[in-house]
């Protein structure tokens, strides 16, 4: 017997907290015209156990209630609890009841205008007020359509922003969050695309815990003044939202004529303090003016803080002495004609220095990464012979190869002298620009046959490289350099 009963229970009792989660308990309701929007009564508990009661919809209109009927206007859909508008509209507000046996639950609907220009209604907005470096959440939630929505956005200021975080936009506050964050849940109805709104006024507010208010900069500033200039003083304190800053000129017979405290300016600091500054300006400085202790104070709860500014007279200011002037001056300029002496000794004897420096370190102080050479080597070429070898492949050669084939080919400086020592079918590695070569530029070596200094692979070999001007003899080196290398 007990058996039977548990389950029972539990579904009763699951089914009264799914209810009335979504059922409307207020009175007064706000809709926003052209959105999806419902009404669900909230069933009383004893009406549960009855399953056969019958729920009944009314309109009161001016001549009385209207009972709503299923079919009576396609936007209009009924069932039991439920009273659905695909859309409402404005024509839509009014008095709704819902008759449950003896129940009656009555609302008062007010559809509003949709804003023409904006993404969300101003009027239907749930303000938030966040303290910054606080949690901020913006709960994208509506408990009866989204689970029909086919798609969730979220705009903050009409602006979409990507957010990924299960319909809930959670981070840290800070103040440039401030804003109107907009839900859209997107839904299709009878072959209709509709969308539901939910906009939050997000608003940052500075944290209540207060700071001691701080004036920047020393407690006693010098300023040099020029009597009959005009100058500034610039006074500024980090402060808490209601603390203030001003300044003290006052003396035994009333402030100075030419002193004016100027407006001051605030701006919030990223964590939500104050950074407040007050010019003081001096027109027209007298020598009342002049050792006189202009005070700034900034007062707070907690207590005050002053700093004082005093202007002296620019020729008061204290000199640099005559005779350290001088020697100051004589140790500069001996300085000077050292470096530049030893600079021009560095130019004269830059051989005999590199030899010192060869002959004691035992390095070559040109020598640099392999890579420069290389491509030093090439860009004074203008022939690049490739002879294309088996046995002769290392990543230099590689590299040695590439690179002037970028020379050839995309600076077009030199041109390429293709050897085919070995047939390029064996090759892998070879760039496919090589295989494009023209062919009265690639040379093809035959064994025996091109040995000799008379031979076709010489003679166009001797062909295709810059003609050289006839030299005296004597020096073969400068004439053949690329045949002894080959
Ligand atoms: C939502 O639907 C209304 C029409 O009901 C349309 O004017 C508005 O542009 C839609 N909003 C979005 C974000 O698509
Ligand atoms: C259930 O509802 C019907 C019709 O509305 C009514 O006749 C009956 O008395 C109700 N029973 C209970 C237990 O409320
Ligand atoms: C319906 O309207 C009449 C008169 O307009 C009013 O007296 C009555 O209280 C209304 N009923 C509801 C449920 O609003
Ligand atoms: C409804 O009201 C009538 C009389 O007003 C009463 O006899 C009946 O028991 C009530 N039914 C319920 C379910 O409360
Ligand atoms: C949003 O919040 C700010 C600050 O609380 C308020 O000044 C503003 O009027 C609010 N906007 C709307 C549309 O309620
Ligand atoms: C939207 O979602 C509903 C159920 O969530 C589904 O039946 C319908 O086919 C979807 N429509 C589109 C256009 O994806
Ligand atoms: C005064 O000093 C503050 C902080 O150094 C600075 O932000 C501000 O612009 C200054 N105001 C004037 C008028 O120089
Ligand atoms: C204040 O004014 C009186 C008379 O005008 C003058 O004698 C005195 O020196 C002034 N005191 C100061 C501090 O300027
Ligand atoms: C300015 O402050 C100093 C020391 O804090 C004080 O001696 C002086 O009287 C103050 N001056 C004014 C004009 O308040």
Same mark, same amino acid.
């Given at each position: 017997?007990?058996?039977?009963?548990?389950?029972?229970?539990?579904?009763?009792?699951?089914?009264?907290?799914?209810?009335?989660?979504? !059922?409307?308990?207020?009175?007064?309701?706000?809709?926003?015209?052209?959105?999806?929007?419902?009404?669900?009564?909230?069933?009383?508990?004893?009406?549960?156990?009855?399953?056969?009661?019958?729920?009944?919809?009314?309109?009161?209109?001016?001549?009385? &209630?209207?009972?709503?009927?299923?079919?009576?206007?396609?936007?209009?859909?009924?069932?039991?609890?439920?009273?659905?508008?695909? &859309?409402?509209?404005?024509?839509?507000?009014?008095?709704?009841? !819902?008759?449950?046996?003896?129940?009656?639950?009555?609302?008062?609907?007010? @559809?509003?205008?949709?804003?023409?220009?904006?993404?969300?209604?101003?009027?239907?907005?749930?303000?938030?007020?966040?303290? @910054?470096?606080?949690?901020?959440?913006?709960?994208?939630?509506?408990?009866?359509?989204?689970?029909?929505?086919? #798609? +969730?956005?979220?705009?903050?200021? !009409?602006?979409?922003?990507?957010?990924?975080?299960?319909?809930?936009?959670?981070?840290?506050?800070?103040?440039?969050?401030?804003?109107?964050?907009?839900?859209?849940?997107?839904?299709?109805?009878?072959?209709?695309?509709?969308?539901?709104?939910?906009?939050?006024?997000?608003?940052?507010?500075?944290?209540?815990?207060?700071?001691? &208010?701080?004036?920047?900069?020393?407690?006693?500033?010098?300023?040099?003044?020029?009597?009959?200039?005009?100058?500034?003083?610039?006074?500024?304190?980090?402060?808490?939202?209601?603390?203030?800053?001003?300044?003290?000129?006052?003396?035994?017979?009333?402030?100075?004529?030419?002193?004016?405290?100027?407006?001051?300016?605030?701006?919030?600091?990223?964590?939500?303090?104050?950074?407040?500054?007050?010019?003081?300006?001096?027109?027209?400085?007298?020598?009342?003016?002049?050792?006189?202790?202009?005070? !700034? +104070?900034?007062?707070?709860?907690?207590?005050?803080?002053?700093?004082?500014?005093?202007?002296?007279?620019?020729?008061?200011?204290?000199?640099?002495?005559?005779?350290?002037?001088?020697?100051?001056?004589? @140790?500069?300029?001996?300085?000077?004609?050292?470096?530049?002496?030893?600079?021009?000794?560095?130019?004269?004897?830059?051989?005999?220095?590199?030899?010192?420096?060869?002959?004691?370190?035992?390095?070559?102080?040109?020598?640099?990464?392999?890579?420069?050479?290389?491509?030093?080597?090439?860009?004074?070429?203008?022939?690049?012979?490739?002879?294309?070898?088996?046995?002769?492949?290392?990543?230099?050669? #590689?590299?040695?190869?590439?690179?002037?084939?970028?020379?050839?080919?995309?600076?077009?400086?030199?041109?390429?002298?293709?050897?085919?020592?070995?047939?390029?079918?064996?090759?892998?590695?070879?760039?496919?620009?090589?295989?494009?070569?023209?062919?009265?530029?690639?040379?093809?070596?035959?064994?025996?046959?091109?040995?000799?200094?008379?031979? #076709?692979?010489?003679?166009?070999?001797?062909?295709?490289?810059?003609?050289?001007?006839?030299?005296?003899?004597?020096?073969?080196?400068?004439?053949?350099?690329?045949?002894?290398?080959?």
């Amino acid at each position: 017997m007990h058996h039977r009963e548990i389950p029972l229970t539990l579904l009763i009792l699951m089914f009264i907290s799914t209810s009335e989660e979504i !059922c409307i308990s207020r009175h007064h309701i706000t809709a926003v015209e052209g959105e999806p929007f419902y009404l669900k009564c909230c069933p009383s508990s004893s009406e549960h156990k009855n399953k056969t009661t019958t729920i009944k919809w009314y309109k009161n209109e001016s001549h009385g &209630p209207t009972e709503l009927r299923s079919g009576g206007s396609p936007r209009i859909i009924l069932h039991d609890y439920v009273l659905e508008f695909w &859309p409402v509209e404005m024509d839509d507000s009014g008095s709704y009841s !819902c008759r449950m046996g003896n129940d009656t639950q009555a609302w008062k609907l007010n @559809v509003i205008r949709r804003s023409k220009n904006s993404c969300f209604t101003e009027k239907q907005v749930i303000s938030k007020v966040v303290e @910054v470096k606080k949690t901020l959440q913006v709960p994208c939630e509506n408990n009866y359509f989204q689970n029909l929505a086919n #798609r +969730t956005s979220l705009y903050k200021d !009409c602006e979409k922003i990507d957010f990924n975080f299960n319909l809930n936009l959670k981070k840290i506050a800070e103040f440039k969050d401030g804003g109107y964050y907009t839900c859209v849940f997107f839904l299709h109805h009878a072959g209709k695309l509709f969308n539901v709104t939910k906009t939050f006024n997000i608003t940052i507010i500075g944290d209540h815990s207060s700071i001691i &208010p701080a004036l920047l900069g020393p407690k006693l500033t010098q300023v040099k003044v020029e009597l009959g200039k005009d100058t500034q003083l610039n006074c500024s304190a980090l402060l808490n939202e209601k603390d203030v800053v001003y300044w003290n000129t006052w003396r035994e017979n009333g402030s100075d004529p030419n002193v004016h405290e100027e407006e001051g300016t605030r701006i919030r600091t990223p964590d939500g303090k104050w950074l407040a500054s007050k010019t003081l300006r001096i027109e027209n400085v007298n020598e009342k003016n002049l050792n006189f202790l202009y005070n !700034c +104070t900034v007062a707070s709860k907690g207590g005050t803080d002053t700093k004082s500014f005093i202007l002296l007279r620019k020729e008061d200011m204290a000199d640099i002495p005559g005779h350290v002037f001088t020697r100051g001056m004589i @140790v500069a300029a001996l300085i000077s004609v050292s470096i530049v002496c030893l600079v021009i000794m560095g130019v004269i004897y830059r051989v005999d220095l590199a030899l010192f420096y060869r002959h004691f370190t035992g390095r070559d102080e040109t020598l640099t990464a392999v890579v420069d050479e290389i491509h030093s080597l090439i860009e004074k070429s203008r022939r690049l012979i490739i002879v294309l070898s088996k046995s002769y492949m290392s990543n230099e050669v #590689r590299y040695e190869l590439e690179s002037g084939l970028h020379e050839a080919l995309v600076e077009r400086k030199i041109k390429i002298i293709l050897i085919e020592f070995t047939p390029v079918g064996d090759f892998t590695f070879l760039p496919q620009s090589l295989k494009l070569l023209k062919s009265h530029r690639v040379l093809k070596w035959k064994a025996e046959k091109s040995l000799s200094y008379n031979s #076709r692979f010489w003679k166009n070999l001797r062909y295709l490289m810059p003609a050289k001007t006839v030299k005296p003899c004597g020096d073969e080196s400068e004439v053949l350099p690329v045949l002894s290398q080959a």
